[in-house]
């Protein structure tokens, strides 16, 4: 890649020529080009051959004859520069040498030129320069009072002084907004036609308003007052806040002076005596900003306040609370019109003014014909939000509630109701503790409202429409069903078949949902009986293991992929939109397609590892689970659990333990602190294979990321020693022995040998990997534990031994069944490229995902074999000791019969005693190995149809979003024929032909994938 460098400057010299500036996207270049010849009489050009620039002026073309120099047109191309895409480095770099330039012109805006005159008359001295204008004209007094007067009462003008523009207003001009006959004086009021006075009196009355301390805004007030024709009033506007004098219509039978505004574009703020309007445009500024920039009320003003004075935005008016207020009200009568109702009355039916998603199946609306062939969902999702609170305040129950039930939230007074008679029962928690039901009775004081819960499509985001309620204490049961029966009124018909309901705690929440809501005389739940209930992908996985293939959306039959979690991001987006973007569902599919393809590959590996008959019983049992599940029998999932004995976790070891400790108020902490003991043997192990990885490539990352877990380490080591000393008071360091570490055997690091001759003398892993890496004090520190205490010293009581085995133990255990799932891992590898288990492809992809098997075969294998190391020196009891055996080199092998079933010579070959082991005892059958096979080929199934659901999904949804769109347009068709007024007809044709283009917008983009 070349290195970019500045342009260098090119100087003008005198030559036969002229100097032309090109501009392309690569740059900007300069040519000398030639000045054509002078013309001759000789034989003209043809005319087809004649060069000939056009160029389109007002109401007539202008030709350049073939005789005439042709300039060159500033915005072509050059043919012989080729066109790239340049970086913002290169465009920054291209601007560089313009910045003296542009900035000489930037000054020459803030003078005015010598002699110049009025650009519309061409006369006089022009005195004033519009900057709201095009080109910011100069224009006399006259002129920009008659340009000004009755369409651009809002702009924003300047006065030249004789040595600077200083900013000034209209008004000065006799500019005033006349209502009532579109924008001219009403003819019942005196006609006063304004005086333009000359520009020294302007001159006079702009100096004194500069000289004036007392006023710092440039003589903005007119100063009118109110009288029986008019009054000064303050005018907001996009470009700022103005006072001008608003003269009302006084023709008898006139609307009120507030109507008159309002069908003028002024939204007056007080209705009774109006002193403070908005502009139309202003108030739909602020819904932008505000929805685009999450921009307040008080930031939005404060900035018009600058942009009125720049100098001193305090002199401005504040009118934030208005705009606050009348905002609301804009807002509301907005949202009337854009759903075609004619009267506030006729917005009654909940969730009438509000939008829900396009591309969800919603019988009669955007569903093909003969749908009820396919078995079509909703899917559905609730969550709770503790960011969006309400504080109490003095005076907040006076608000006015301008919808009650249409829009988004529930309906108020229904709502506040359903809370008082409603009554929280206390249920058992069947599942870990999570917060949203150990926090759902607790207060919060200070507030009004605590949260909120909703309802979204759990594929798409829309919220529902009434389903948004309040939360007064927490995430409590009352709440959501009042959000979920309203939810599901609103947008889902009885033709609906079946409805995937995904919450964060549905494996309690769903068992007693039926129960309550039958309970309450405002509820309904019609759709109980064809509900599936989940639990998001995140959240799950907080849960108890049996909840995971209960209500995981992986395991549930027609959801595509959903992951179930789409309101959490979308929670800091309180302004929903029915409607999908077209953009996003080609992409979506795109995803879809790809991850299927992946998984395809996945499905034929795993097809030779059990035979079709097996594969088909596996099938068939979860067909009959899922079946069972549809009818609210969640636990008919557990097939996708396995079934072998698992041995106790860590975990729960150290639970009963600890539960043991306490009851006997003896040797409390022992258990912990030997846990502890044991994660810091894993962590020694864990920086060693650090340091082996450092390798002779010593960056400056990888070095610091190996003394941070030195560091961690000696952390660890110290606080372990303490405690030790504490609970054994024999270990106390004397003089002759300062660190009792010392007399203590370090644990022992033991792995198969990399070698690949099976004669090797290694079978006994007795090869230590990090025999020649450099290690720290603190790597083969001994670690103080019973299994390493010297023979003979009675250092520890026989609990302490006790409670070691038994975390042994838990810890072998552990590390076996790992062992075991990571070589069955690298086995299925091998089964999808043989050539990797023969060591001939150690470059190609494949060989990296085996090098990672590999790696973590060896950890867990270090894991194991120290686990067991202790064990043996802490018991002598053959059965334990024949439980835990020792590892051999081809005890960790890969299983031929699943990479090469059909290899001869397996009916010798014995299968390691680790795939047959059962924590209840020995087993000479294999059964983790067919154990581990029905796992894979269930859950790997399982993600594909997810997969080929969610490719069919994301097509059936595009032509759902199309026909979504033109049953809309077909509906405000429809209603524009029922209108009788010609504003309300006007605004139905235009809703219908916006639908129209969405749809057309959106077969155009989903066309070359349907």
């Known amino acids: 890649m070349t290195k970019r460098t500045k342009r260098s400057v090119v100087k003008d010299a005198p030559v036969n020529g002229m100097l032309v500036e090109i501009h392309t996207k690569k740059g900007t270049t300069h040519r000398l080009a030639p000045l054509p010849p002078k013309p001759s009489n000789g034989t003209p050009t043809p005319a087809g051959k004649r060069r000939r620039v056009e160029e389109h002026l007002h109401r007539e073309e202008q030709r350049w004859s073939s005789d005439q120099y042709i300039p060159p047109n500033p915005f072509a191309s050059s043919d012989e520069e080729p066109v790239v895409d340049n970086s913002n480095y290169d465009y920054m770099l291209q601007w560089e040498p313009r910045i003296n330039i542009y900035l000489r012109h930037l000054y020459q805006s803030k003078t005015r030129e010598a002699d110049i005159c009025c650009e519309v008359c061409g006369e006089d001295d022009p005195l004033w320069r519009c900057t709201s204008c095009f080109g910011s004209p100069n224009l006399c ?4 009072m008659a340009i000004h007067a009755t369409r651009h009462p809002f702009h924003r003008v300047e006065m030249w002084t004789g040595e600077f523009y200083e900013p000034s207003w209209l008004w000065k001009l006799g500019v005033s907004i006349f209502l009532g006959h579109r924008g001219r004086p009403c003819p019942l009021l005196p006609h006063v036609p304004p005086i333009i006075h000359p520009n020294e009196q302007y001159l006079a ?54 109507e008159q505004c309002l069908m003028a574009g002024l939204y007056p703020t007080t209705f009774k005596s109006v002193e403070t309007v908005f502009t139309f445009e202003v108030l739909h500024d602020y819904s932008l900003a505000v929805l685009e920039c999450c921009t307040s009320a008080g930031e939005y003003f404060s900035k018009l306040r600058r942009l009125t004075n720049p100098d001193f935005p305090d002199s401005v008016p504040n009118r934030h609370r208005e705009l606050l207020r009348a905002a609301r009200q804009f807002r509301h009568l907005q949202e009337l019109m854009r759903f075609g109702f004619a009267t506030r009355e006729a917005a009654c039916k ?15 609306v955007n569903l093909e014909k003969n749908w009820e062939k396919d078995k079509q969902h909703m899917s559905i999702v609730a969550d709770g939000n503790f960011v969006c609170v309400r504080q109490s305040k003095k005076g907040a129950g006076h608000d006015l509630f301008l919808k009650q039930g249409q829009g988004y939230f529930v309906e108020s007074k229904a709502y506040k109701h359903h809370l008082a008679s409603a009554t929280e029962i206390t249920e058992p928690s069947t599942c870990n503790e999570h917060r949203a039901v150990a926090d759902k009775n607790k207060a919060h004081k200070g507030y009004d409202a605590t949260g909120i819960g909703a309802l979204a499509c759990a594929r798409h985001g829309a919220f529902l429409p009434s389903s948004l309620v309040d939360f007064q204490k927490g995430e409590r049961q009352i709440n959501m069903d009042y959000a979920l029966c309203k939810g599901l009124k609103a947008v889902a018909s009885s033709k609906v078949k079946r409805i995937i309901f995904i919450y964060d705690i549905c494996c309690q929440y769903w068992k007693n949902l039926a129960t309550r809501t039958q309970g309450y005389a405002d509820l309904e739940l019609p759709w109980y009986n064809s509900m599936v209930f989940s639990i998001g992908q995140f959240h799950v996985h907080g849960h108890q293991e049996k909840c995971l293939p209960r209500f995981s959306p992986l395991y549930i039959e027609g959801i595509g992929w959903n992951h179930g979690e789409i309101l959490e991001p979308n929670w800091s987006v309180l302004n929903p939109t029915g409607t999908m973007t077209n953009k ?19 499905v034929e590996m795993l097809k030779s590892s059990a035979s079709e008959s097996l594969r088909a019983e596996w099938d068939a049992q979860l067909a009959e689970a899922q079946t069972k599940r549809e009818s609210h029998k969640p636990d008919a999932m557990d097939i996708l659990l396995s079934s072998i004995d698992k041995a106790p976790s860590r975990k729960a070891v150290e639970a ?19 846990h502890d003991g044991i994660l810091l043997q894993e962590l020694q192990l864990d920086v060693l294979a650090a340091a082996k990885d450092f390798g002779a490539v010593a960056t400056d990352d990888r070095k610091l990321e190996l003394e941070r877990k030195r560091a961690a380490l000696k952390a660890k080591h110290d606080q372990h020693l303490e405690t030790a000393l504490l609970l054994f008071p024999m270990l106390s360091p004397s003089q002759n022995d300062p660190d009792p570490r010392s007399r203590f055997f370090p644990a022992p690091i033991r792995e198969p040998c990399e070698c690949e001759d099976t004669e090797c003398g290694h079978l006994g892993m007795d090869v230590n990997p990090f025999e020649e890496v450099a290690k720290g004090p603190l790597e083969t520190l001994a670690v103080l534990m019973p299994s390493s205490e010297p023979a003979r010293t009675g250092f520890f009581p026989q609990a302490a031994k006790d409670a070691e085995l038994q975390l042994r133990k838990a810890q072998a255990d552990e590390a076996l069944a790992n062992l075991r799932t990571q070589v069955g891992y690298k086995s299925f590898l091998f ?38 190391w202790a064990i043996w020196q802490l018991t002598s009891d053959p059965a334990v000791r024949a439980m835990y055996r020792k590892l051999q080199k081809g005890d960790a092998k890969p299983l031929q019969s699943v990479y090469q079933p059909n290899a001869p010579g397996q009916s010798k070959q014995n299968v390691s005693w680790i795939w047959g082991w059962k924590h209840s005892g020995e087993s000479t059958k294999p059964e983790f190995l067919t154990e581990i096979c029905r796992l894979n080929w269930l859950r790997t199934m399982s993600r594909w149809r997810r997969w080929q659901e969610e490719v069919d999904l994301v097509r059936a949804e595009m032509g759902w979003t199309i026909r ?12 524009s024929l029922c209108y009788n007024d010609g504003g309300m007809r006007a605004a139905a044709k235009y809703q219908a032909a916006t639908w129209r283009k969405l749809a057309s917008q959106a077969a155009a983009a989903f066309d070359p994938l349907l």
């Not at 100096?207 to 007030?221: C, E, L, M």
């Not at 909940?350 to 396009?358: E, L, Q, W």
């Not at 569902?585 to 590959?601: D, I």
């Open 141 to 144: 007094s006259g002129c920009c």
């Open 584 to 602: 996003s569902l080609p992409k979506l599919l795109k995803n879809a397609l790809e991850n299927l393809a992946e998984l395809n590959e996945a």
């Open 831 to 868: 089964k999808a490229n043989v050539q990797l288990a023969q060591n001939k492809a150690q470059k190609t992809r494949g060989y990296a995902a085996v090098a990672s098997a590999e790696k973590a075969i060896r950890k867990h294998t270090r894991v194991y074999n120290q686990a067991q």
């Open 964 to 975: 979504y769109m033109k049953n809309k347009a077909d509906e405000w068709e429809r209603s």
């Open 656 to 674: 009963t333990l600890i539960a043991a400790e306490l009851k006997k108020t003896q040797h409390v902490g022992v258990t912990s602190w030997i």
């Open 205 to 258: 009355s702009a100096k004194s308003d500069w000289n004036n301390y007392n006023d710092f805004t440039f003589g903005s007030s007119p100063q009118h007052g109110k009288d029986g024709y008019g009054q000064e009033t303050v005018v907001v506007h996009v470009n700022g806040v103005h006072r001008l004098v608003i003269q009302p219509c006084v023709c008898p039978g006139g609307p009120p002076l507030d």
């Open 350 to 364: 909940p969730g009438s003014m509000a939008i829900f998603c396009a591309a969800c199946p919603q019988p009669d």
